[in-house]
Each structure stands twice: as structure tokens, then as C-alpha cells.
């Protein structure tokens, strides 16, 4: 069974851009979480997705937002991007309410 | 609101000894706990879980201790190998509902086994 894919692994932007990760979970995995890593601040909890509804929120501005397609596949998207923004962004998917959630290799972004 | 903690950035161990890797938690609505390792350029990697109805769970060299009282639980790795060298996550949950609740993760400990 193929793991969690995410898409691109690697990308460079400018300040004040925006950009869109995708991530493809595991078949038969029906939520989908996105998490931050920053050095030192672990992984900080973006959104997670359901049946393409939001279920979670972080405390992240607003330019931070995501979806869920019908085949489950997600998207995020960061506007007007800042320095602060260049991360290890993670995507995750489980298959239900009470189980442990697998993660991509992740997309890592330099905001330059 | 760091409600899962890590207080030891880094760990050093020799090969074939102990390692342990703690992690504490403030909210006492968490009933699952997870540990996950991640290894650089790589997304993390479930190892081992534990229920709150439960104060140990082992698989192979990996054994989870949950002390609920203190809300605090531990990672042992016995024997420690030379590839367990990784930054290990702790994450705690709620299950008691059937809603989809979200992941708290510790900071890190980044675990350096020495040959």
C-alpha cells in the first residue's frame, strides 16, 4: 500500500507570494492533517480534514488555509508569504477517529 | 499553549545501553499517546501507542510507560542501536469522543546512540 504523498518535496519563494502544497493520503484513509515543523517548536497542528469539512483548527493567521477533495486529497495554501513561513510543512492522513495518524516525507519551503 | 513538553532537547546514549526519552503533558482529557520517530528529510514514523487505560505497552525493544498520576510517560529503548539516532516526538490525544480530535506534539528529543 502506498504512504502518504506529498507534493513538491522542495520549493523556493519570494516574500508575498503564495503557494500550494498537495498531499495524497493513504487509500482507504479518509482525514488528512497538515502540521508545521519549525527548529524547536516541534510539530505545530495546522487543520485537519474530514470528508472534505474542516474538523480542527491551529492558531495560525488566516493565510493559512487547506482542503479536501472528494477523493481525499488535500491541498494547503499560504498567502502573502513571509520569512517566518520557511518550514518542514507535514501532511498526515488515519483512517479513523481513534487511530494513529501516518505522515508524507513532507515539503520543505524556503520563503527567500 | 505547550501542553505537551519535552524538556531534553538532546540525548546521548552508547550502543547496546539504555535509552529513555520522557515527555509530560498538562491536559488531563488526554487518554492516547503516541511516539513517533523522524529521521532528517523525512516525515515522522509511528513506533509504538498507549492507551490511558493502560501503564505499559512494549513492542520488541521499544516498551511505553504511562504514569497518569504524574502525567508523564517514557520511551525505553532496549538495547539502544546506532540507527535509532533520530529526533523521537511524543503526542498526546482524546478519544474519548467520537469526533476527530487533533494531535499535541512535544518539541522533540533528538537521541545520539554511539557505536
Known amino acids: 500500500k502506498a504512504g502518504v504523498t506529498q ?9 508575498g507570494q503564495q503557494v500550494t502544497l498537495s498531499c495524497s493520503p493513504i487509500s482507504g484513509h479518509r482525514s488528512v492533517s497538515w502540521y508545521q515543523q ?7 497542528f495546522l487543520f485537519e480534514y474530514f470528508s472534505e469539512t474542516q474538523r480542527n483548527k491551529g492558531n495560525f493567521p488566516g493565510r493559512f488555509s487547506g482542503r479536501q477533495f472528494s477523493n481525499s486529497r488535500s491541498e494547503m495554501n499560504v498567502s502573502t508569504l513571509e520569512l517566518g513561513d520557511s518550514a518542514l510543512y507535514l501532511c498526515a492522513s488515519r483512517q479513523g477517529v481513534n487511530t494513529e495518524a501516518f505522515f508524507g516525507q513532507g515539503t520543505r519551503l524556503t520563503v527567500v | ?3 505537551v513538553k519535552q524538556n ?9 545501553r539504555i535509552s529513555i526519552l520522557n515527555c509530560d503533558y498538562t491536559n488531563s482529557m488526554f487518554d492516547y499517546f503516541l511516539w513517533y520517530k523522524k529521521y ?3 516525515g515522522p514514523t509511528f513506533l509504538i501507542s498507549i492507551s490511558s487505560i493502560k501503564d ?3 513492542d520488541g525493544r521499544f516498551t511505553v510507560f504511562l504514569n497518569k498520576s504524574a502525567k508523564h510517560l517514557s520511551l525505553h529503548i532496549v538495547p539502544s542501536q546506532p540507527g535509532d539516532s533520530a529526533v ?3 503526542a498526546a490525544s482524546t478519544r474519548r469522543t467520537d469526533n476527530f480530535n487533533k494531535f499535541y506534539f512535544g518539541s522533540g528529543t533528538k537521541l545520539n546512540v554511539k557505536p
Open chain 2, 1 to 3: 499553549d505547550q501542553q
Open chain 1, 7 to 15: 507534493t513538491p518535496r522542495y520549493l523556493i519563494k519570494t516574500r
Open chain 2, 40 to 42: 532528517p528529510a523525512e
Open chain 2, 56 to 58: 505499559k505497552n512494549e
Open chain 2, 88 to 90: 523521537y516526538f511524543c
Open chain 1, 38 to 44: 519549525t527548529p524547536g517548536q516541534g510539530l505545530q
Open chain 2, 8 to 16: 531534553s532537547p538532546s540525548l546521548s546514549v552508547q550502543e547496546g
